[in-house]
């Protein structure tokens, strides 16, 4: 019976050392797995974030006096979203302005939401509804928006 326990102890401290040691190998491979997917991740959005900054140059939205962008690489949806913000005089020039934003990908150029909203010297910014407010939900459908805040819950599906 001895000899049992004695069997039993060195198969038990022999099998717990395996565990430990699979254990030791399992925290190496997710550590080595999330260094890789930082890596690669910064590299995407690095590949997002050029390629904006080109869709923004070619289409000539540098020449714009008050234009920007921002992008986002979407990880879910591996997409590169950018939105372009834009304000600009009224022509004739009669002290209202136009504000205009667009949702795309960068790389694919699909529209994924459009604003466009023009100042009323009469009325307050508010009181003012957009000219062209929709986007495309992530179910695909179109939807009609009908003030700037609906306009950015549509982009935050995409910019997030």
Same mark, same amino acid.
């Given at each position: ?28 491979? @997710?550590? /080595?797995?999330?260094? /890789?997917?930082?890596?690669?991740? &910064? ?18 939205? #540098? #020449? ?11 990880? /879910?949806? @591996? ?19 136009? @504000? ?33 407010? !929709? ?12 003030? &700037? ?6 982009? !935050?599906?995409?910019?997030?």
């Amino acid at each position: 019976m001895i000899v049992s326990v004695a069997i039993l102890s060195y198969l038990l401290h022999s099998h717990n050392a395996v565990l430990v040691d699979q254990q030791r190998q399992i925290h190496e491979l @997710n550590t /080595k797995i999330e260094e /890789k997917a930082k890596t690669v991740g &910064l590299e995407v959005q690095e590949k997002c974030s050029k390629q904006a900054g080109e869709q923004y140059a070619e289409n000539g939205w #540098k #020449k714009e006096p008050i234009a920007s962008f921002t992008n986002h690489y979407n990880e /879910k949806m @591996n997409k590169c979203f950018m939105l372009i913000e834009s304000t600009t005089p009224a022509k004739p020039s009669d002290g209202t302005f136009f @504000n205009s934003k667009l949702l795309f990908d960068a790389f694919e150029g699909k529209s994924y939401g459009e604003y466009d909203w023009r100042s009323d010297k009469a009325k307050k910014y508010w009181e003012v509804a957009p000219i062209n407010c !929709k986007g495309t939900l992530l179910s695909g459908e179109e939807k009609t928006c009908h003030s &700037l805040d609906e306009f950015n819950e549509i982009v !935050k599906l995409y910019m997030q």
